[in-house]
């Protein structure tokens, strides 16, 4: 049966497949929320006959299923959709099990139960790289790749000021190397999609990779997903587990938010890194772990150390290859390409007519500061695009936060001696309608504040002085802004 072809311009239509009924309901509402057309199916039967009717832009299927497995599924679906991407998903993961599901063609495999956030940053990427290969990667959507049939990290990152130009030669001088990178950079740069393009470009390729955000998890859980636990290990450990690490074996495994990590965990790691060697939970058998290590942090490490919160042995384990990532403010000849790259997929997404920039919205996104980086612009278009209904994203569709321009670091207010007078604006972007100033006022008073968090790693006595406040107006301005 010929299939019909994926329409440019509609919202993505994926296919959902899960015995579970909590777990199709839960992703097809996700999914919905975030644009797409979602179609669900308890069984792989009912996966086969939806394929066969229409076309899908990506597959998202449970492995353990009572008819055939996701495998078994991914399989046929690129028989009659040869370019449709799959991702599994399994509860029972296994190294061996992952191996098989990426060698059947899936572009990602995910562990349940997983985190919502990276569940979202894997279905984008497939999505984009799918839109990317059938509208050929325009210029306006991608930076392209030299042409030399060898893959780039220019491939899944946007970037071609001297900035980014610097860090993609230098993943992909070190992706053939199985030495362990620390990533660092504020938070919102980009350290999880850097830490895949050196997977994807390395040997290990058509391994596992696995990411755990370990400032996500108390000390306790971490170390069980991390390195697995024994039956009995503790209450309610009905069954072993395996960490994932094991999860990753012969892959790479992502550690983001390293800087989060108790001292005690920081020694198990250490070990792993020294010794490659690690124990379950409860248990006593000692196990191999041949993966590659990429930590990331947005902390001051060496400070960390200096203050010893952070293992110094560890330190220089892991920073064998450091790779930095600049912030937003410093790579802002990017900020059009990404600005236009985000509006494109957020219109496509959404069915919007606002697939363009008007030069006023542009000019206020390159004035901005950016403190929470390429996350910050992304949610500022995907409402813009939302809100736009003409052809081209204008600059009242920007909240109000980005129509004065707050002053950058360097600039005279950051510079500003004790006592001085107040420094000089440049001129508000004042849009014809007006808007409402006190909101205004209050969100640029929330991002100084939570600039000066950033800058002093939460330390608020330290942020209070870099804004000439008592620490006590400083804590009550913190909480009245949830910061």
């Not at 107040?422 to 205004?440: N, Q």
Request: charge should be negative; include cysteine; hydrophobic fraction near 40%.
């Amino acid at each position: 049966m010929s299939v019909p072809q994926v329409l440019t311009g509609a919202p993505s239509r994926i296919l959902v497949v899960d015995d579970e009924r909590s777990m199709r309901e839960f992703l097809a509402i996700m999914l919905t929320r975030d644009g797409h057309e979602v179609v669900a199916a308890e069984n792989g039967s009912q996966a086969l006959a939806s394929l066969r009717q229409r076309a899908f832009d990506l597959l998202i299927s449970d492995i353990r299923m009572p008819d055939c497995s996701g495998i078994d599924v991914l399989r046929e679906a690129k028989a009659l959709q040869p370019e449709l991407p799959g991702i599994l998903m399994t509860a029972f993961s296994s190294t061996q099990t992952a191996i098989e599901a990426l060698r059947t063609g899936a572009v990602d495999y995910i562990s349940k139960p997983f985190d919502i956030d990276e569940m979202k940053c894997v279905v984008a990427q497939a999505l984009e790289r799918r839109q990317l290969r059938e509208r050929g990667a325009t210029a306006d959507e991608a930076p392209a790749s030299a042409d030399d049939g060898r893959p780039h990290a220019s491939d899944s990152m946007i970037g071609r000021g001297p900035a980014m130009q610097r860090v993609f030669a230098l993943i992909e001088a070190i992706a053939g190397t199985s030495s362990t990178v620390l990533i660092t950079g504020e938070s919102g740069t980009g350290k999880e999609m850097a830490a895949r393009a050196i997977h994807r470009l390395s040997p290990r390729t058509e391994r596992p990779f696995v990411a755990l955000n370990c400032g996500a998890l108390t000390e306790t859980l971490l170390e069980s997903e991390l390195f697995g636990h024994e039956r009995g290990a503790f209450t309610g450990a009905l069954h072993t587990k395996r960490g994932l690490i094991e999860q990753a074996e012969k892959g790479t495994i992502f550690l983001d938010e390293l800087g989060e990590m108790s001292p005690l965990m920081q020694v198990k790691l250490l070990r792993v890194l020294q010794e490659r060697r690690y124990r379950r939970v409860g248990g006593n058998e000692e196990l191999a772990a041949d993966i590659r290590i990429i930590a990331a942090t947005n902390r001051d490490l060496v400070r960390m150390v200096a203050d010893g919160t952070f293992r110094e042995d560890l330190y220089y384990r892991v920073n064998v290859i450091p790779v930095a990532l600049p912030a937003l403010r410093e790579r802002r000849d990017d900020i059009p390409l990404l600005a236009r790259h985000f509006v494109q997929r957020f219109a496509r997404e959404m069915r919007r007519p606002g697939a363009d920039l008007s030069a006023e919205a542009l000019d206020a996104l390159m004035r901005h500061a950016w403190p929470g980086n390429i996350r910050e612009l992304e949610n500022v278009l995907e409402r813009a695009v939302a809100l736009e209904t003409t052809a081209a994203v204008k600059l009242a569709s920007l909240p109000d936060h980005l129509l004065v321009v707050a002053p950058t670091a360097g600039s005279a207010a950051s510079t500003l001696p004790c006592g001085s007078t107040s420094p000089s604006l440049p001129a508000p972007l004042f849009p014809d309608e007006g808007f409402d100033l006190e909101r205004h006022v209050q969100d640029i008073e929330r991002e100084y504040l939570a600039e000066a968090l950033r800058r002093t790693d939460g330390v608020k006595m330290r942020a209070a002085d870099l804004l000439g406040m008592s620490f006590r107006s400083f804590r009550y301005y913190a909480k009245k802004y949830n910061l």
